[in-house]
């Protein structure tokens, strides 16, 4: 049919803003930027060479030396930060998780190394919490009958605050969703003299299938499973709630993770505060693209770019990926 049968038929014509490449790049409401993301990093004790993941294809856990040509590489390719996971060696672990608080254990160590390494050019950020430290692998410790004791594991949370700010870290990450966690860290900051270290709070962390890979990634020792303190994936407005006891406890930003699966939260939480927002693309999403794009059944490249820029459209100021590196240079 032509214009000229009905009218102005049609009204109007979207189209024309998507008809060239440079027309469609003009036009983008949102757009990424190296500056967006932040790099997770795994550092493992007493290894020589890097440790693939199997389940994480192209992804490693560091050696010290690696780690620190991996943050090199991220400040030369314009990214934002970079969170750090400390591996210990299996014999370490015990029920407190004291090689987390140990000031030479791996995660300290790692900080160190970094802080020395790139100074205040990449933002250092590091993962407050026991999992990878505890030999029954939850994120926190365990009373008589087995259960995680939120209260204690407060006063453990409140050391390694201490100790990681002591490193030189520039921002904690508690991830292990404890009622008044920010609260308890931000006590422990300021009275220790750290009043400059941010705290990054895992607000919206949900009980996932995706988090598989990781479990591999920090040689996770867990038993069992963290429905009792992680978030479950039915609900939504939960969320809200720990928005707001973190806000009043002293996040200086918060986080939604996973990623993909919860962009509804990710949104209600962005247009919900005047605190940066992180979103965490995490193992199992990152493993599902690098399979099938492995498999040629997705188009690798534009299938991970799609994803990060879901996470701005959805209001994320920040996005940890484990392509950070990778995709900030083809930016």
């Not at 970094?114 to 430290?133: K, N, W």
Request: aromatic residues 6%; charged residues 25%; contains cysteine.
């Amino acid at each position: 049919m032509s214009s000229s049968t009905y009218g102005n038929f049609p009204g109007g014509r979207p189209r024309r803003l998507r008809t060239t490449p440079a027309m469609r790049r003009m036009v983008a409401e949102h757009r990424l930027h190296p500056a967006d993301l932040i790099l997770p990093a795994f550092v493992r004790e007493g290894i020589s060479e890097p440790a693939p993941i199997g389940a994480m294809p192209g992804v490693v856990q560091h050696t010290r030396d690696t780690l620190r040509k991996a943050a090199v590489e991220a400040v030369g390719a314009g990214v934002a930060g970079i969170m750090l996971f400390g591996v210990p060696e299996d014999a370490k672990k015990d029920a407190a998780g004291s090689a987390g608080t140990d000031p030479d254990g791996i995660l300290q160590q790692a900080i160190r190394d970094v802080r020395a390494e790139v100074g205040d050019d990449l933002v250092i950020m590091s993962d407050l919490c026991l999992d990878e430290f505890t030999d029954h692998g939850h994120c926190g410790v365990l009373d008589a009958d087995g259960r995680v004791d939120n209260d204690a594991t407060l006063e453990r949370y409140a050391e390694m605050a201490q100790v990681q700010a002591d490193a030189g870290v520039h921002v904690v990450g508690p991830s292990g969703m404890m009622d008044g966690q920010v609260g308890v860290i931000r006590d422990a900051l300021d009275q220790t003299g750290h009043e400059d270290v941010s705290i990054l709070a895992y607000t919206a962390k949900y009980a996932s299938a995706f988090y598989g890979p990781f479990r591999e990634a920090v040689g996770s020792s867990l038993k069992g499973d963290r429905k009792t303190y992680q978030q479950d994936y039915g609900n939504s407005r939960e969320s809200l709630r720990e928005l707001a006891l973190d806000l009043q406890e002293g996040a200086d930003m918060v986080m939604v993770k996973p990623g993909m699966p919860y962009l509804d939260v990710l949104a209600r939480i962005a247009d919900s505060v005047d605190v940066p927002v992180a979103a965490y693309q995490i193992s199992g999403e990152y493993a599902m693209i690098e399979a099938a794009a492995e498999k040629g059944w997705i188009d690798r490249d534009p299938a991970i770019l799609e994803s990060l820029t879901g996470f701005k459209r959805a209001g994320a100021d920040m996005i940890l990926t484990y392509w950070a590196t990778e995709v900030a240079r083809k930016l």
